[in-house]
């Protein structure tokens, strides 16, 4: 039986009526155990060992033509099997949802460190030293852009916008900001390199990968190889974090196939921690015009928001830098530039939160700026400039308890015992400062599709290919499922991350939960209708709880009422909402930092995000993905950044050593605080995306707060002690 | 990864033969095993110390501390002799790595680690310290991290430790066992040596050579300190780095060890900044001065000029605090 909804009308909170309290309710990840213990198998650990194995060499120019593959003398080498140079190995990954091949082809190089050659083994160690030794030669190009400066920018007509007079707005107003922020190439660094295991059977393939939309990945990966999609199956039921690295089939996904139907046996690849910084997507650096202009109150009467981003040739992404902008505060005047630099670096793709991770750090660094040359508190200037309906195109929002979470925060931090006069805070050597931003990002609904199975013994079963990457999938799936039909959390059984199950959303774009939840509660909603029918009743009046069914007063187990299992495959589609109103999570941070006056160093102290998301489905997995935003907000802020080499292009820092993601030492104290909300327009869960709200904004409340401690401001991301000691006092 | 031959030492003199014949010597492999599977070291022959008897901590007989060569970073940090009468390497060690790295790493490991330089890394790039003659990528590239003292034109690479900055103020030696069975001890300052044209080889050390301790003279007395400045709160390399130990007596500097990180090719000391504190009284001139001294001769390459004020500014401090401890 097969259950579907279209999304065109505001839904009734059906999962609350249920009231059986499993749903919100502080659970642990299912999968914890297993994965702390060392029992979840990832993608490169399922094989029996037999495997050869697959190491990529990459290519050591920034732009040119292979022209030769020294693939004799490694053939020699002990040990290697094959030397894969088939014309179908990718460039780069795929972007999340292409659902078709990226650029493929190893001998146009187009940036330093680009995969160009499998070389497969009997061991790790001896394919990693013959790809060590492969010779390659170039016909190197001489206009390689290896800087976005070296490259004329190409502008995206869609994304060149004016409403109203920005620059007359800036002219006539009583208080403006124009400055000019930067921000760093960046890389997930998920703990869990790329990695794949092909298997072939005849004509069809199996690969266990480490993916977040295999619905997508499967065709990518049967476009790539040219076979039926029908013949492609991919597993990833374990997840060692994406962040958006792994949301399109990727170079070592191609190669252990391609390497696995030559040599007739299995192949694994896992890419090396320096070609996952390399060869897997970076965020893109970005340069960003912010200007606002506001009335003497503070009111703003115009935005602008100009940005240049860069990717190679040939990719349709671009960092939507301004995303948030549009909708996130008023004022009659707008104007956007949106640019991309077509340079030879590593791939550009989207990395937690594309656009409002970085949009957001140079917007609200702006409104910072603005308050505080209008001698407006920043939280006060937020609230002024919520618009009452969409700035630009007047759609009513869903739902948006942003001014809550700004007063709510700002209250729960102690937000008016701040100085707003700049460096005058001090413990010891220490300038104290606090600092706060706003925090948004768009919500989205993505066709998913789940099978839920009540089984006669009075347990589920929910099937989906959905994916779980460490964000709770697990846990949520089975929350909605336990609720809706009233089972305790221990007899749902959810199986995941198998295209052999239902087409899921995927994770991504913070639209998993929302997306495959509402597939489940789509199924779940009609297993209880068939149930109902079959004991006469109204689905509305049919209450279940704790595995039983309680009807005339009476009680009975499940298993009592059941003689064959129910099967319903829930199927979501968004609908008129998505297009209706303008939805939106909304937040807000707080930042205490400390800012050493002897060496410019900066050690956050304690930081708090209020935020509001619909429905929490779960307050634990929800308060960690907020916790992991807001770190990756302070790791943004501080410390990360890809350098590129200024003749080359390539990445110096391709380690962990020295791409710096904030240690244990460097989180504090870290409060989420989540404000009641449903949002009818959302989903029928009434929730909204919460994955990559958390990162929205952070990284400016901290470095607002660094102005606060130390009157210093740094719009060149990220705030190294280099770039704060030039402005501290002489000591 | 080059297939490689192992061997386990079975005596010092068992590893010094094989060394001298070529073999590299592994004891924690924190840094040698990178740098192996980089292939920036391939070595065909390694000889595995880590059986010997090296990794105890004994009092000498003048006073001072005997440190075996296989003594781990972690185990050094936390012996109460050290923590009380050398609480500068004490504060070196723990800033330094992670608390797994420390765990395998090894006294004689640390001293002989190789540069941070991210070319180093890299087989792709020229660099004169890992291909002489290649050239230096470094000095017109990413260099944040990099030297800007005691560099040349052919290589600005910095010595990434902090327990051996601590150990030079200490005034260490090392006691090092040659192949040809004769054991001879050293001053630290005498290990290292700077780059000039030759990057390549960092240390006197010959080959088949084994560190078998480092050696403390008595306590030194007086206060210390070991600060540290980074990019992150924890594990990550020092940008700068300052030993100190002080001694204050009648209001003046009796005695100051001043050695510096993140700096240099080497572990970093200078008399005459020393010099010019000691017997004077402690004020923000004379520590300005010793400043200018230690940093006369500093070069930024553009992406670490800013560790030339960084670098006084954190003597500075140091010194401020250190007196401020010591009255
Ligand atoms: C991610 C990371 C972060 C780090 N951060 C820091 C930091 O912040 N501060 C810091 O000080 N260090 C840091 N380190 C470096 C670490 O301290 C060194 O890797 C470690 O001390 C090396 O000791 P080991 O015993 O593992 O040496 P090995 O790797 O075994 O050997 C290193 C070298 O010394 C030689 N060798 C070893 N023992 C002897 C001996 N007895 N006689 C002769 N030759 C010998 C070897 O042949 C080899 O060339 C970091 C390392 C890593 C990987
Ligand atoms: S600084 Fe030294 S180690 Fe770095 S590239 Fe130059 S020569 Fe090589």
Same mark, same amino acid.
């Given at each position: 039986m097969t259950a579907h909804l279209k999304l065109d009308k505001p839904q009734s909170d059906r999962l609350g009526d249920?009231?059986?309290?499993?749903?919100?309710?502080e659970t642990p990840r299912r999968e914890g155990p297993l994965k702390v213990t060392g029992r979840a198998p990832y993608a490169a650990e399922v094989g029996d060992g037999t495997e050869a194995v697959g190491v990529f060499a990459r290519a050591t120019i920034a732009k040119g033509k292979v022209t030769k593959i020294g693939l004799d003398a490694v053939r020699a080498l002990p040990g290697v099997c094959a030397v894969i140079t088939d014309e179908r190995l990718l460039r780069n990954p795929a972007q999340g949802t292409a659902n078709t091949a990226p650029v493929q082809g190893g001998r146009d190089v187009a940036y330093f460190g680009q995969p160009i050659a499998l070389v497969v083994a009997e061991t790790y160690e001896q394919a990693r030293h013959a790809a060590h030794g492969l010779e390659i030669a170039y016909d190197a190009a001489e206009d390689a852009a290896v800087t976005p400066e070296d490259a004329e920018p190409e502008s995206l007509e869609s994304k060149q916008i004016d409403i109203g007079d920005l620059d007359t707005a800036m002219s006539h107003a009583a208080h403006s900001m124009d400055a000019t922020y930067t921000t760093p190439s960046q890389n997930s660094a998920a703990m869990e390199p790329h990695a794949s295991i092909a298997v072939w059977k005849g004509d069809e393939l199996t690969l266990h990968g480490s993916y977040q939309m295999l619905k997508f990945n499967r065709n990518e990966l049967a476009d790539s190889l040219g !076979?039926?999609?029908?013949?492609v199956q991919i597993k990833s039921p374990y997840v060692g974090g994406g962040f958006g690295s792994k949301l399109g089939i990727a170079p070592e996904a191609v190669g252990a196939a391609l390497a696995a139907k030559e040599l007739g046996r299995a192949v694994r690849v896992v890419l090396t921690r320096p070609q996952v910084f390399e060869a897997t997507m970076r965020r893109s650096e970005t340069r960003q015009r912010v200007r606002l202009a506001a009335d003497a109150d503070g009111k703003l009467t115009g935005i602008g928001h100009s940005a240049w981003v860069s990717n190679l040739v040939g990719e349709a992404f671009s960092e939507p830098v301004a995303q948030a902008t549009h909708f996130t505060y008023g004022g009659a005047n707008r104007s956007y530039r949106h640019l991309i630099h077509r340079v030879n670096r590593t791939c550009a793709g989207s990395m937690r939160a594309p656009g409002e991770a970085v949009g957001m750090l140079a917007l609200e660094n702006a409104m910072d700026e603005l308050a505080h040359a209008a001698g407006v508190d920043p939280v006060e200037l937020r609230l002024k400039n919520i618009p009452d309906r969409h700035p630009e195109d007047d759609k009513p929002y869903s739902s948006r308890r942003f001014a809550d979470c700004l007063t709510e925060g700002a209250r729960a931090f102690g937000w008016h015992k701040r100085n707003p006069t700049p460096g005058q805070t001090r413990d010891g050597e220490w300038l104290i400062g606090l600092g706060m931003a706003s925090a948004a990002r768009g919500n989205i609904l993505s066709e998913s599709h789940a099978r839920v199975t009540l089984h006669s013994d009075g347990t589920a079963t929910v099937e989906t290919d959905m994916t779980d990457i460490g964000t709770g999938t697990y846990t949520i799936l089975g929350q909605i499922t336990a609720e809706m039909l009233g089972l305790p959390l221990d007899r749902v059984n959810v199986a995941l991350g198998d295209t052999a199950f239902p087409p899921a959303s995927g994770s991504g774009g913070s639209w998993g939960a929302g997306s495959s939840g509402s597939a489940v509660f789509v199924a779940c909603q009609n297993i209880r209708a068939a149930l109902a029918e079959k004991l006469g009743m109204e689905e509305d009046q049919l209450t279940l709880t704790e595995g039983s069914v309680i009807r005339n007063n009476t009680r009975e187990p499940l298993s009592a009422v059941l003689d064959d299992d129910l099967t319903v495959e829930g199927h979501i589609e968004p609908g008129d909402t998505s297009e209706e109103v303008q939805q939106a999570a909304f937040g807000a941070h707080f930042a205490e930092v400390a800012v050493s006056a002897v060496t410019g160093e900066t050690r956050v102290r304690r930081m708090l995000g209020c935020f509001a998301a619909g429905r929490i489905l779960n307050e634990q997995t929800a308060r960690s993905q907020c916790h992991g935003g807001m770190i990756f907000g302070i790791g943004a802020a501080l410390t990360e950044e890809l350098v590129h080499d200024?003749?080359?292009?390539?990445? !110096?820092?391709?380690?962990l050593a020295e791409y710096h993601v904030p240690v244990n030492l460097d989180i504090p104290q870290l409060e989420v605080m989540f404000l009641e909300e449903r949002d009818a327009h959302a989903n029928p869960l009434q929730s909204k995306g919460i994955g990559e709200l958390g990162i929205s904004g952070a990284g400016a409340a901290v470095t607002n707060a660094i102005f606060n401690a130390t009157g210093v401001r740094v719009r060149d991301y990220p705030a190294t002690l280099d770039k704060v000691l030039p402005g501290l006092p002489d000591i | 990864m080059r297939a490689f031959d192992y061997a386990r030492a079975t005596s010092a003199t068992d590893a010094t033969a094989k060394a001298a014949a070529g073999a590299t010597i592994i004891a924690g492999g924190t840094n040698l095993l990178d740098l192996m599977k980089l292939e920036v070291m391939a070595p065909e022959q390694i000889v595995d110390i880590n059986r010997l008897d090296m990794n105890r901590i004994e009092h000498t007989e003048s006073g001072g501390l005997r440190i075996g060569a296989l003594v781990t970073n972690s185990d050094l940090a936390v012996h109460p002799v050290v923590r009380r009468d050398y609480a500068v390497l004490s504060r070196a060690l723990l800033a330094g790595a992670s608390g797994q790295l420390r765990n395998k790493a090894t006294t004689g490991g640390n001293l002989l680690q190789r540069t941070r330089c991210g070319y180093f890394y890299d087989t792709a790039m020229p660099c004169n310290k890992r291909e002489? +003659?290649? +050239?230096?990528?470094?000095r017109d590239g990413f260099n944040r991290i990099l030297a800007i003292l005691g560099t040349s034109e052919h290589c600005i690479a910095t010595h990434p430790s902090d327990m051996a900055v601590a150990m030079r103020a200490l005034d260490a030696e090392v006691e090092i066992e040659s192949a040809t069975g004769i054991a001879r001890t050293i001053p630290l300052v005498d290990l290292h040596v700077l780059p000039g044209e030759t990057p390549h080889i960092e240390t006197t050390l010959d080959e088949g050579d084994l560190i078998t301790a480092v050696i403390l003279p008595p306590p030194p007395g007086g206060v210390h300190r070991y600060r540290k400045v980074r990019d992150r709160s924890s594990y990550a390399f020092a940008l700068v780095s300052v030993a100190a130990v002080l001694r204050i007596e009648s209001g003046k500097i009796a005695s100051c060890a001043l050695a510096f990180g993140g700096l240099a090719p080497k572990p970093w000391r200078v008399a005459k900044v020393e010099d010019a504190l000691t017997g004077q009284e402690p004020s923000p001139e004379i520590f300005d001065k010793a400043a200018d001294i230690l940093l006369a001769d500093a070069k930024g390459y553009g992406a670490n000029d800013f560790k030339i004020p960084l670098a006084r500014r954190t003597l500075k401090a140091v010194l401020r605090e250190s007196v401020e401890a010591a009255q």
């Amino acid at each position: 039986m097969t259950a579907h909804l279209k999304l065109d009308k505001p839904q009734s909170d059906r999962l609350g009526d249920m009231a059986q309290g499993v749903i919100g309710r502080e659970t642990p990840r299912r999968e914890g155990p297993l994965k702390v213990t060392g029992r979840a198998p990832y993608a490169a650990e399922v094989g029996d060992g037999t495997e050869a194995v697959g190491v990529f060499a990459r290519a050591t120019i920034a732009k040119g033509k292979v022209t030769k593959i020294g693939l004799d003398a490694v053939r020699a080498l002990p040990g290697v099997c094959a030397v894969i140079t088939d014309e179908r190995l990718l460039r780069n990954p795929a972007q999340g949802t292409a659902n078709t091949a990226p650029v493929q082809g190893g001998r146009d190089v187009a940036y330093f460190g680009q995969p160009i050659a499998l070389v497969v083994a009997e061991t790790y160690e001896q394919a990693r030293h013959a790809a060590h030794g492969l010779e390659i030669a170039y016909d190197a190009a001489e206009d390689a852009a290896v800087t976005p400066e070296d490259a004329e920018p190409e502008s995206l007509e869609s994304k060149q916008i004016d409403i109203g007079d920005l620059d007359t707005a800036m002219s006539h107003a009583a208080h403006s900001m124009d400055a000019t922020y930067t921000t760093p190439s960046q890389n997930s660094a998920a703990m869990e390199p790329h990695a794949s295991i092909a298997v072939w059977k005849g004509d069809e393939l199996t690969l266990h990968g480490s993916y977040q939309m295999l619905k997508f990945n499967r065709n990518e990966l049967a476009d790539s190889l040219g !076979v039926d999609p029908e013949k492609v199956q991919i597993k990833s039921p374990y997840v060692g974090g994406g962040f958006g690295s792994k949301l399109g089939i990727a170079p070592e996904a191609v190669g252990a196939a391609l390497a696995a139907k030559e040599l007739g046996r299995a192949v694994r690849v896992v890419l090396t921690r320096p070609q996952v910084f390399e060869a897997t997507m970076r965020r893109s650096e970005t340069r960003q015009r912010v200007r606002l202009a506001a009335d003497a109150d503070g009111k703003l009467t115009g935005i602008g928001h100009s940005a240049w981003v860069s990717n190679l040739v040939g990719e349709a992404f671009s960092e939507p830098v301004a995303q948030a902008t549009h909708f996130t505060y008023g004022g009659a005047n707008r104007s956007y530039r949106h640019l991309i630099h077509r340079v030879n670096r590593t791939c550009a793709g989207s990395m937690r939160a594309p656009g409002e991770a970085v949009g957001m750090l140079a917007l609200e660094n702006a409104m910072d700026e603005l308050a505080h040359a209008a001698g407006v508190d920043p939280v006060e200037l937020r609230l002024k400039n919520i618009p009452d309906r969409h700035p630009e195109d007047d759609k009513p929002y869903s739902s948006r308890r942003f001014a809550d979470c700004l007063t709510e925060g700002a209250r729960a931090f102690g937000w008016h015992k701040r100085n707003p006069t700049p460096g005058q805070t001090r413990d010891g050597e220490w300038l104290i400062g606090l600092g706060m931003a706003s925090a948004a990002r768009g919500n989205i609904l993505s066709e998913s599709h789940a099978r839920v199975t009540l089984h006669s013994d009075g347990t589920a079963t929910v099937e989906t290919d959905m994916t779980d990457i460490g964000t709770g999938t697990y846990t949520i799936l089975g929350q909605i499922t336990a609720e809706m039909l009233g089972l305790p959390l221990d007899r749902v059984n959810v199986a995941l991350g198998d295209t052999a199950f239902p087409p899921a959303s995927g994770s991504g774009g913070s639209w998993g939960a929302g997306s495959s939840g509402s597939a489940v509660f789509v199924a779940c909603q009609n297993i209880r209708a068939a149930l109902a029918e079959k004991l006469g009743m109204e689905e509305d009046q049919l209450t279940l709880t704790e595995g039983s069914v309680i009807r005339n007063n009476t009680r009975e187990p499940l298993s009592a009422v059941l003689d064959d299992d129910l099967t319903v495959e829930g199927h979501i589609e968004p609908g008129d909402t998505s297009e209706e109103v303008q939805q939106a999570a909304f937040g807000a941070h707080f930042a205490e930092v400390a800012v050493s006056a002897v060496t410019g160093e900066t050690r956050v102290r304690r930081m708090l995000g209020c935020f509001a998301a619909g429905r929490i489905l779960n307050e634990q997995t929800a308060r960690s993905q907020c916790h992991g935003g807001m770190i990756f907000g302070i790791g943004a802020a501080l410390t990360e950044e890809l350098v590129h080499d200024p003749r080359d292009g390539h990445i !110096v820092n391709h380690n962990l050593a020295e791409y710096h993601v904030p240690v244990n030492l460097d989180i504090p104290q870290l409060e989420v605080m989540f404000l009641e909300e449903r949002d009818a327009h959302a989903n029928p869960l009434q929730s909204k995306g919460i994955g990559e709200l958390g990162i929205s904004g952070a990284g400016a409340a901290v470095t607002n707060a660094i102005f606060n401690a130390t009157g210093v401001r740094v719009r060149d991301y990220p705030a190294t002690l280099d770039k704060v000691l030039p402005g501290l006092p002489d000591i | 990864m080059r297939a490689f031959d192992y061997a386990r030492a079975t005596s010092a003199t068992d590893a010094t033969a094989k060394a001298a014949a070529g073999a590299t010597i592994i004891a924690g492999g924190t840094n040698l095993l990178d740098l192996m599977k980089l292939e920036v070291m391939a070595p065909e022959q390694i000889v595995d110390i880590n059986r010997l008897d090296m990794n105890r901590i004994e009092h000498t007989e003048s006073g001072g501390l005997r440190i075996g060569a296989l003594v781990t970073n972690s185990d050094l940090a936390v012996h109460p002799v050290v923590r009380r009468d050398y609480a500068v390497l004490s504060r070196a060690l723990l800033a330094g790595a992670s608390g797994q790295l420390r765990n395998k790493a090894t006294t004689g490991g640390n001293l002989l680690q190789r540069t941070r330089c991210g070319y180093f890394y890299d087989t792709a790039m020229p660099c004169n310290k890992r291909e002489p +003659g290649t +050239g230096c990528q470094a000095r017109d590239g990413f260099n944040r991290i990099l030297a800007i003292l005691g560099t040349s034109e052919h290589c600005i690479a910095t010595h990434p430790s902090d327990m051996a900055v601590a150990m030079r103020a200490l005034d260490a030696e090392v006691e090092i066992e040659s192949a040809t069975g004769i054991a001879r001890t050293i001053p630290l300052v005498d290990l290292h040596v700077l780059p000039g044209e030759t990057p390549h080889i960092e240390t006197t050390l010959d080959e088949g050579d084994l560190i078998t301790a480092v050696i403390l003279p008595p306590p030194p007395g007086g206060v210390h300190r070991y600060r540290k400045v980074r990019d992150r709160s924890s594990y990550a390399f020092a940008l700068v780095s300052v030993a100190a130990v002080l001694r204050i007596e009648s209001g003046k500097i009796a005695s100051c060890a001043l050695a510096f990180g993140g700096l240099a090719p080497k572990p970093w000391r200078v008399a005459k900044v020393e010099d010019a504190l000691t017997g004077q009284e402690p004020s923000p001139e004379i520590f300005d001065k010793a400043a200018d001294i230690l940093l006369a001769d500093a070069k930024g390459y553009g992406a670490n000029d800013f560790k030339i004020p960084l670098a006084r500014r954190t003597l500075k401090a140091v010194l401020r605090e250190s007196v401020e401890a010591a009255q």
